[in-house]
Antibody
Framework: QEQLVESGGGVVQPGRSLRLSCAASGFTSSVYAMHWVRQAPGKGLEWVAV????????YYGDSVKGRFTISRDNSKNTLYLQMSRLTDEDTAVYYC?????????????WGQGTLVTVSS | IQLTQSPSSLSASVGDRVTITCRASQVISNSLAWYQQKPGKAPKLLIY???TLQSGVPTRFSGSGSGTDFTLTISILQPEDFATYYC?????????FGGGTKVEIK
């Protein structure tokens, strides 16, 4: 079945970098845009970034623009989020997600999330 | 685009009718989705296109609205509906979520 699995989370010091990965399986992820969404502890959802199916177009939320880079490797069915200059405000569970329409049906897939903790 | 959800929380009983609103800071046509999230879980899509029920979602959930004002209604609240609900605008990047509405047991 369709699955998104994030990895790469952990504890990182302020100012350092971290790369998250999201492996897709059970569907043709290479034809869909992919998103990162995060959720700080006890807070609401925040959209982070999106990349088009071919990697050509990327958009970012204001809070991460210039610090985070989204990318994908369709040969590996994997999405990435390179995070740099991390601050404690980046502490959150990071979800990868994708949604769209196939024929007349809407699909909406999310991973289980990976926790990033920025702390000295 | 800013999305303002109200209320931020509410207490209700099983069987109640619950209404959550989401107001956009500019016109977004019908490019709005509603999600349900339970603690420790990823969000689950309930409604897309402002009013289209996602496959497999109970019909007690409904969405309405267009332009800037949107509503999610749960017609007869069930025990499994106690959760936090978010609206998401998909009209333009950057995408944005509402602040969330936590539905608690009265």
């Amino acid at each position: 079945q369709e699955q998104l699995v994030e990895s790469g989370g952990g504890v990182v010091q302020p100012g350092r970098s971290l790369r998250l990965s999201c492996a897709a399986s059970g569907f043709t992820s290479s034809v869909y845009a992919m998103h990162w969404v995060r959720q700080a502890p006890g807070k609401g959802l925040e959209w982070v970034a999106v990349i088009s199916f071919d990697g050509r177009n990327k958009y970012y939320g204001d809070s991460v623009k210039g610090r985070f880079t989204i990318s994908r490797d369709n040969s590996k069915n994997t999405l990435y989020l390179q995070m740099s200059r991390l601050t404690d405000e980046d502490t959150a569970v990071y979800y990868c997600a994708t949604w769209g329409i196939v024929s007349t049906d809407r699909f909406d897939y999310w991973g289980q999330g990976t926790l990033v903790t920025v702390s000295s | 685009i800013q999305l303002t959800q109200s209320p931020s929380s509410l207490s209700a009983s099983v069987g109640d009718r619950v209404t959550i609103t989401c107001r956009a800071s500019q016109v977004i046509s019908n490019s709005l989705a509603w999600y349900q999230q339970k603690p420790g879980k990823a969000p689950k899509l309930l409604i897309y296109g402002a009013s289209t029920l996602q496959s497999g979602v109970p019909t007690r959930f409904s969405g309405s609205g267009s332009g800037t004002d949107f509503t999610l209604t749960i017609s007869i609240l069930q025990p499994e509906d106690f959760a936090t609900y978010y609206c998401l605008q998909l009209n333009s990047y950057p995408l944005s979520f509402g602040g969330g509405t936590k539905v608690e047991i009265k």
